[in-house]
C-alpha cells in the first residue's frame, strides 16, 4: 500500500508539474514539424509491432503497415519523429537486471523504476514501454508477485500521464513456466495493455532426442496460443510475435532422412537445447542458402536446408513468406491483436541485387494487410 501512496505522489507531482508549466521540462522538440514530437493518441488498434535493434534502417520498413516500434537498446531522435509522422508509436524496452530480480518484491525498488523509465519516456517524446525481462523466476518466489506489481504500477502510471501510452509485457511461447520463467501471465495480462507472444526459441530446453528441428513451429506455436487462451487471457490482448531469423546447427551426425544430430548444450534443467546452434538473421540464411535447396518439413510447417562449412555438416532451419502465413493468417482468424516480430533489422535493405531485394519485399508483404487506423 505504501508504494501506492509513494506512486499516486509521483503521478500527482508530474502531473501538477505538467499543468504547471505547459511548457513541461521536457527538451525541445528536435523534429523538422513540433506536431511530431507529441505521442500518437490512436486508440487500441491492430498491431504491427517492430523489435528495431540498429538506428540505421528502420527507413527501409513498410510504414503503412508499422504501428509501433521498440528502440531496443538504442535511443534515436530520427526515428522517432519519422514513426510519430507515420502515425506509429515508438516505445521503450524496459529491462530488470538478472542481478535486480531478488528487489522485485521492495515497493521502493519498482517506484524507483517506474519514476527512471517515466522520466525517459517524457524526455525523448516517446509512447510507452515494452518490458522484456526474461530472468528465470520460480512458481514460490516473491519475485513472481513483485513483477505483477511492477507491471502495474507502471501501466498505472504510464496512463495516468498519458492515457494513449502503451504498456506491453514479453511473454515466452507458452506459459509453462518456459526456461524457468514462471510468471503470473493472467494478472500480467491484466496489469498492462498486451502481451508480446514471442513463438520462437521453442528449443531452447529439448527433452526428447537431441536433434535439430524447427525455431517456430506450427503445431507448438498455436498449442501456445490455445494455453494462454485457456487461462481466459483475451485474443485481443496476445500480439504474435514471430522470428525473422532461424537457427544454425552443427550437425554431429546427419541421417539419410535429414535429422541431424547436436551437440548436448542444457539449459535451465533441460539436457539439450538450442543453445548448440546459432542465431542468424534472415539475409545470411538467404546468402548461406544460395549453394543448397530449400527443404519443407510438413509436419513442422517450417523450410531448412542442409550446407557445409569447414567440412563440417550445418543444417539450418528457419521461417520464410511460407512458414509465416501459415501463423499470420491463424493470427488473423483468430483476432489476435496482432503480429510482431524480432526483429525488424534481419533483412538485408541496402542490397542493390534485385533477387535479395525481393527477399526482403516478400517478408513485409506477407504481414497481414491490417488497415492501419490513425
Ligand atoms: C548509430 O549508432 C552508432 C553506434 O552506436 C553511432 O556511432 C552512430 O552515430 C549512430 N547513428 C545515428 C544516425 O544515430
Ligand atoms: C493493479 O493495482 C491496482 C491499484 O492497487 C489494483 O486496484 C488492481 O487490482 C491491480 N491489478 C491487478 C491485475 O493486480
Ligand atoms: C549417422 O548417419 C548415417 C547416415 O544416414 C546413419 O547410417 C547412421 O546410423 C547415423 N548414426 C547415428 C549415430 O545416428
Ligand atoms: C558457394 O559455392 C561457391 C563455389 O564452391 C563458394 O565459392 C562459395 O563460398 C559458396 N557460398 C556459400 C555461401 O557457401
Ligand atoms: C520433420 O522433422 C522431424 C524431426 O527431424 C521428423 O521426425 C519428421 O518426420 C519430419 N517431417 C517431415 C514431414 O519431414
Aim: charged fraction near 20%; hydrophobic fraction near 35%; include cysteine.
Amino acid at each position: 500500500m505504501r508504494s501506492w501512496c509513494v506512486t499516486a505522489a509521483l503521478v500527482c507531482l508530474l502531473a501538477g508539474a505538467v499543468l504547471a508549466w505547459p511548457a513541461p521540462p521536457q527538451p525541445p522538440c528536435p523534429c523538422a514539424q513540433p506536431e511530431w514530437c507529441n505521442p500518437v493518441k490512436t486508440p487500441p488498434r491492430k498491431e504491427v509491432f517492430v523489435f528495431a535493434v540498429r538506428n540505421d534502417t528502420w527507413k527501409h520498413y513498410d510504414w503503412d503497415k508499422v504501428t509501433t516500434v521498440v528502440m531496443f537498446g538504442f535511443y534515436s531522435e530520427e526515428l522517432m519523429c519519422y514513426a510519430h509522422s507515420k502515425g506509429a508509436r515508438v516505445v521503450l524496452k524496459g529491462d530488470v537486471k538478472a542481478s535486480d530480480v531478488a528487489h522485485l518484491p521492495d515497493p521502493l525498488f519498482r517506484d524507483d523504476w517506474v519514476i527512471t523509465q517515466v522520466a525517459l519516456m517524457l524526455k525523448q517524446h516517446m509512447d510507452g514501454i515494452n518490458i522484456d525481462i526474461e530472468q528465470a523466476i520460480p512458481a514460490g518466489d516473491p519475485a513472481r508477485d513483485g513483477l505483477t506489481a511492477l507491471v502495474n504500477e507502471t501501466t498505472f502510471v504510464f496512463h495516468a500521464i498519458n492515457s494513449a501510452s502503451q504498456v506491453t509485457f514479453d511473454v515466452a511461447w507458452s506459459p509453462d513456466c518456459i526456461d524457468g520463467r514462471c510468471y503470473d501471465v493472467v494478472n500480467i495480462a491484466k496489469s498492462c495493455d498486451f502481451l508480446f507472444v514471442m513463438s520462437y526459441d521453442e528449443r531452447s530446453q529439448i527433452t526428447g532426442p537431441c536433434v535439430a528441428s524447427a525455431n517456430s513451429a506450427l503445431e507448438t506455436t498455436l498449442g501456445g496460443y490455445q494455453e494462454y487462451l485457456k487461462l481466459g487471457i483475451p485474443a485481443d490482448q496476445l500480439v504474435m510475435g514471430v522470428p525473422w531469423y532461424g537457427y544454425d546447427y552443427p550437425c554431429l551426425n546427419l541421417s539419410k532422412d535429414d535429422v541431424c544430430s547436436i551437440k548436448k548444450v542444457p539449459f535451465r534443467g533441460a539436457p539439450c537445447s538450442d543453445a548448440a546452434g546459432r542465431q542468424v538473421d534472415y539475409k545470411d540464411i538467404m546468402r548461406l542458402m544460395r549453394n543448397s535447396s530449400r527443404r519443407w518439413n510438413d509436419t513442422f510447417k517450417s523450410p531448412y536446408f542442409n550446407f557445409q562449412e569447414g567440412g563440417q555438416t550445418h543444417q539450418m532451419w528457419y521461417d520464410d513468406p511460407q512458414s509465416l502465413q501459415y501463423k499470420y493468417g491463424w493470427a488473423v482468424k483468430q483476432g489476435l491483436r496482432g503480429v510482431g516480430m524480432w526483429h525488424g533489422d534481419t533483412l538485408d535493405y541496402t542490397t542493390t541485387d534485385p533477387k535479395v531485394k525481393k527477399q526482403t519485399q516478400e517478408m513485409w508483404d506477407s504481414l497481414p494487410k491490417y488497415h492501419k487506423k490513425s
